[in-house]
């Protein structure tokens, strides 16, 4: 899995950053990545725009998968079904989607991230 979310706010709000990086990161228009291994969240970069960061996980999917790699997709987000859409059609232009998905991020997750949030969770399919 991997996602980005639109402000810091709600990172900041649930204790996920310090007070300077909210603000820094806010200045500078910055939109984190997130992702999960091994069970734990961890940060996976940051980018300057939602366009570079969705561009950004395009790559970590297809590193994860391989060029024109075969894969199962859900893309989920939380009120932002217009962003999730725009990252389904950057992900479909690279890799060969087998199946997919659009879902509403779950209020657990959600709420940590804010509104605004989009996401991918995938895994290759293997012949």
Do not use: F, W
């Not at 893309?75 to 950057?90: I, P, S, T």
């Not at 232009?93 to 996401?119: D, F, K, M, Y």
């Amino acid at each position: 899995m991997v996602q980005t979310a639109d402000t810091l706010k709600y990172l900041y709000m649930g204790g996920r950053i310090g007070r300077a990086k909210h603000l820094v990161g806010s200045l500078l228009n910055i939109k984190p990545l997130i992702g999960m291994e091994d069970g734990v969240i961890v940060p996976l970069g940051t980018a300057r725009s939602r366009n570079q960061a969705y561009r950004m996980m395009v790559d970590i999917v297809e590193r994860a998968v391989g060029a024109q790699g075969r894969v199962k997709v859900a893309y989920v987000h939380a009120a932002a079904l217009d962003e999730a859409l725009k990252l389904k059609e950057l992900i479909e232009q690279r890799l060969v989607v087998v199946e997919s998905l659009i879902a509403e991020l779950s209020p657990a997750l959600g709420v940590h991230t804010g509104p605004g949030t989009a996401g991918v969770c995938y895994y290759p399919v293997l012949d």
